[in-house]
């Protein structure tokens, strides 16, 4: 069974930086796409930020240029670097880990990360 532990939420002003990290037991990182997503109070959860164990990223528009998500295999851990960040990136955030080629997928249980104007 994995366990993706999420950290480094908070409470941050706009134009701050936060940088997210989730810890993950057992190896997820072959073949599995590692990824960011959050959810803000009564909207569907989003695709944030993805990268896969080949190290290619995706990023919806909405944080393209201020968000990077990276993963260290050594430390089974995965970062969200967030700059610039918004009020409206107010939200839980969560880790996700989903095999590219089974239906193995698992969540954190979130980090929650408040933007103030």
């Known amino acids: 069974q994995v366990q993706l532990v999420e950290s480094g939420g908070g409470l941050v002003q706009a134009g701050g930086s936060l940088r997210l990290s989730c810890a993950a037991s057992?190896?997820?990182?072959?073949?599995?796409?590692m990824g960011w997503y959050r959810q803000a109070p009564g909207n569907q959860r989003e695709m944030v930020a993805t990268?896969?164990?080949?190290?290619?990223?995706n990023y919806p528009d909405s944080v393209k240029g201020r968000f990077t998500i990276s993963r260290d295999t050594a430390k089974n851990t995965v970062y969200l670097q967030m700059n610039s960040l918004k009020p409206e990136d107010t939200a839980v955030y969560y880790c996700?880990?989903?095999?590219?080629?089974?239906?193995?997928?698992?969540w954190g249980k979130g980090t929650l990360v408040t933007v103030s104007s």
């Open positions: 057992g190896s997820v990182f072959s073949g599995f796409t």
């Open positions: 990268v896969t164990s080949s190290g290619t990223t």
């Open positions: 996700n880990a989903k095999h590219q080629y089974s239906v193995l997928n698992y």
